[in-house]
């Protein structure tokens, strides 16, 4: 796909903040994303990216968590695009509001396994990941 304005090949975020529609669709899958901010359970809102007219490629029905990858173009989205159509933050640094610091840590796994890509991991169909805001342990040395 190219931009309208340049001509030049859109990047993968464009495409992912574009508008399209179901009749568009040439490459579908599903991922579902959970959230937890200190051992609780973070709300990902339904009809994130569903707009009356049309639907960003990465977007959500329900509250379900599930992720619904409906693309005019393959592409490898990223978390970072789901959470760009979101508006939301995050990153190895910070969930949402919540802020690494001296006494929290967020991690992520996929499918069960500690993944280090965080905001750059590319989404696959049936992806179970989790993000993990929680305190750390307290150091045991004097």
């Not at 992912?16 to 809102?45: E, K, M, R, W, Y």
Request: net charge negative; proline share 4%.
């Amino acid at each position: 796909m190219k931009n309208e304005t340049s001509g030049e090949p859109r990047s993968t975020r464009e495409i992912a903040l574009s508008c399209t529609t179901d009749l568009a669709t040439q490459f579908h899958i599903h991922a579902s994303l959970s959230i937890i901010v200190n051992g609780v359970v973070q709300a990902i809102p339904g009809q994130v990216g569903v707009k009356s007219f049309c639907m960003n490629p990465i977007h959500t029905h329900d509250g379900s968590g599930q992720l619904h990858i409906e693309s005019p173009v393959r592409r490898d989205f990223t978390v970072d695009d789901f959470f760009a159509v979101w508006g939301e933050t995050f990153s190895k640094e910070q969930i949402l509001s919540n802020a690494a610091d001296n006494g929290h840590v967020i991690t992520m796994t996929v499918n069960g396994k500690e993944n280090q890509d965080f905001g750059q991991y590319v989404l696959a169909d049936d992806d179970q990941i989790v993000i993990s805001y929680e305190a750390t342990a307290p150091s045991l040395t004097p």
